[in-house]
């Protein structure tokens, strides 16, 4: 595979001084860790891209070129999924911030570590350029993005920029993480500048999450160990392998049914007896009765538990069991957006990291039960889903598929469609799948599966992005950065030629209202003309083929593009797919589900 380390490399570098605004900004990101950051160029940050080559020799961070704005903040936003820590991404002015808030939104909603970099001015009047100086200059840039970062800050000085980078990236990692906001203004970056004193980063190192009292930790052990029928709800937890582990340890010495979401990473394995349901993005019928039977309730940064009682039992405070819901994201509420949801009903609340307050409770539960767990069975696998009857591949069927080739692959989905099936592939690991954009927002699936296939690049995992055709027409584009730098990567386009989701609810509106159906259609299809993928891939040096339509060819179409991705390289494959959901979607407009037509 080629080096990415290798691509885009200045020559006649040498060994340059710290000497301007801009130099200072850029070693600031060097030391704070960043690997890489994404960016497309924009005159208002040219001191800190010239500082980023001249300077640090396009090395630590290395630049990553996009072709649009939203692309550069989902690539660092899909690098975090995977690696739990913050990438970096420059915006142009208020025009590039304007055209990243999408993104800048959707990490919020996630709880993602991004560290977005921007750029104004200048601020100093008199250095302004005729007319485009001042209309990308903001006196405050920050008012853009503040109710959904954690931080942002516009330093003066070069000194106050280095105390600005240290602040942003602690608080960016210290959890609940989430998304920053640095400005630079364009005349300090260009700004000669004396010696700066860049502290000792050991000072500033991030804080451990805050975890349970010991009395908590016995409490909850207690009510669980007491519950006949406990369940585990898990939402959003890590990737590391050993926090998997011990969520699975626990389930199992407690005997407690589990659920996960759609919306979240894989967190257990979903073919252990002990998953209750398929995960989905709204609860099963089977989730729904599971929540009903319990007696104790342990929520692990699930979103919107509170939600989840309401759709088990109407409304939220029916719940009958004892809730213990442990979460940090508290701390991030506000009142701009209501991505806090549901205020939940709990008999005890635990301020604690998820996989901290698992890691407190195990040795207690451990030494009550004696070590002996509930569960006596393994984990067997279950019989693999069926594709539909009939040559017509339907959107489940892109699921069937992929568990039948995973044998030969060690694959981790890092996006699927709202269509998906969630009984047709099983999740065994905590890589195994990344979960949603976070805020809904379309366009961000290729750019994000792009930052999730650069984490992931060289570590033995191909990664396979699931979208739909409206999805990824907003963002397709960000296919020339996983060309450009050799990234590999499956898309694989689910293609209903419609913005299909909202003709469900077309549907149910006309329905509510006793007017027709079937002009459901209208200003949704994407036909006449349908879109040409494959050559919209070919485009941007992309290898690609499709459209698939038959079933018979599925399969073999995706081992093609796997092989193609182990090589070291991206690869797309446009599947014709019947319109149509396997889960069911709640429609407000109606008050019921709908499966869609």
């Known amino acids: 595979m080629t080096e990415i380390s290798a691509i885009e490399q200045p020559a006649n570098v040498g060994n340059p001084r710290m000497g301007w605004g801009s130099d200072v900004a850029a070693e600031m990101m060097r030391r704070t860790g960043l690997k890489y950051v994404a960016l497309n160029p924009g005159a208002s940050f040219r001191g800190l891209h010239d500082s980023i080559v001249n300077y640090?020799?396009?090395?630590?961070?290395?630049?990553?070129?996009?072709?649009h704005e939203d692309h550069a903040v989902s690539i660092a936003h899909g690098y975090a999924k995977v690696t739990g820590e913050?990438?970096?991404c420059i915006l142009h002015s208020n025009v590039g911030l304007m055209h990243g808030l999408m993104g800048i939104f959707n990490a919020w909603c996630d709880r993602a570590p991004v560290i977005v970099f921007g750029a104004t001015g200048p601020v100093d009047a008199a250095a302004r350029?005729?007319?485009i100086d001042w209309i990308h200059t903001a006196k405050d840039q920050?008012?853009?993005?503040?109710n959904y970062v954690k931080y942002d800050d516009e330093p003066r000085s070069a000194a106050a920029l280095v105390e600005s980078m240290l602040r942003a990236n602690m608080i960016a990692r210290t959890e609940p993480t989430g998304p920053v906001y640095v400005c630079f203004d364009a005349g300090l970056q260009e700004e000669a500048i004396g010696e700066i004193k860049i502290p000792d980063l050991r000072r500033y190192e991030v804080p451990a999450a805050p975890s349970a009292s010991p009395e908590q930790v016995e409490r909850a052990a207690d009510m669980l160990i007491a519950a006949k029928s406990p369940v585990l709800l898990i939402g959003r937890v890590s990737r590391e392998q050993s926090d998997w582990d011990n969520r699975v340890r626990l389930a199992e010495l407690l005997g407690a049914k589990v659920l996960t979401d759609l919306k979240n990473a894989a967190a257990f394995p979903t073919e252990h007896d002990l998953h209750a349901a398929p995960p989905q993005s709204f609860l099963s019928d089977r989730a729904k009765t599971v929540i009903r039977e319990a007696d104790v309730v342990l929520g692990l940064d699930w979103v919107d538990i509170g939600g989840a009682f309401q759709q088990a039992l109407g409304r939220k405070d029916a719940i009958a069991a004892k809730v213990i819901n442990c979460s940090l994201d508290s701390y991030l509420h506000n009142g701009w957006s209501t991505d806090h949801f549901s205020l939940p009903p709990a008999d005890l609340q635990l301020l604690a990291a998820p996989d901290g307050f698992?890691?407190?409770?195990l040795p207690v539960v451990e030494g009550k039960l004696s070590g002996k767990p509930r569960f006596a069975g393994g984990a067997p696998a279950k019989a693999p889903a069926a594709c539909d009857a009939g040559e017509i591949i339907r959107p489940r069927d892109i699921g069937v598929a992929l568990q039948e080739v995973r044998a030969d692959y060690n694959l981790t989905i890092c996006k699927v469609t709202i269509g998906w099936a969630s009984d047709s592939y099983q999740f065994r690991s905590p890589l195994d799948y990344l979960g949603s954009e976070g805020g809904g927002g379309l366009g961000s699936g290729p750019g994000a599966a792009v930052g999730a296939a650069l984490a992931l690049k060289d570590s033995g995992r191909l990664p396979v992005a699931v979208l739909g055709d409206g999805d990824f027409?907003?963002?397709g584009t960000a296919l020339w950065t996983a060309a450009h730098y050799h990234i590999p990567l499956l898309f694989i386009i689910s293609n209903n030629l419609s913005n299909f989701n909202d003709?469900?609810?077309?549907?149910?509106?006309?329905?509510?209202?006793?007017?027709?159906?079937?002009?459901?259609?209208?200003?949704?299809?994407i036909d006449d003309p349908a879109l040409d993928f494959v050559e919209f891939a070919h485009s941007q040096g992309v290898e690609a083929m499709g459209p698939v339509d038959a079933h018979k060819d599925l399969a073999a179409a995706i081992r093609k593009g796997l092989d193609v991705v182990a090589s070291g390289k991206p690869f797309l494959i446009d599947v014709r797919v019947q319109p149509g959901y396997s889960a069911p979607l709640l429609v407000r407009s109606s008050g019921e589900s709908s499966t869609g037509g």
């Open 56 to 67: 640090l020799g396009n090395n630590g961070p290395q630049m990553l070129l996009c072709l």
């Open 86 to 88: 913050p990438m970096g």
């Open 129 to 131: 350029r005729p007319w």
């Open 142 to 146: 920050g008012a853009l993005l503040r």
């Open 358 to 361: 698992v890691a407190q409770l």
């Open 473 to 475: 027409m907003q963002g």
């Open 503 to 525: 003709e469900v609810h077309q549907e149910a509106v006309a329905k509510m209202r006793g007017r027709p159906p079937e002009n459901k259609w209208i200003g949704m299809r």
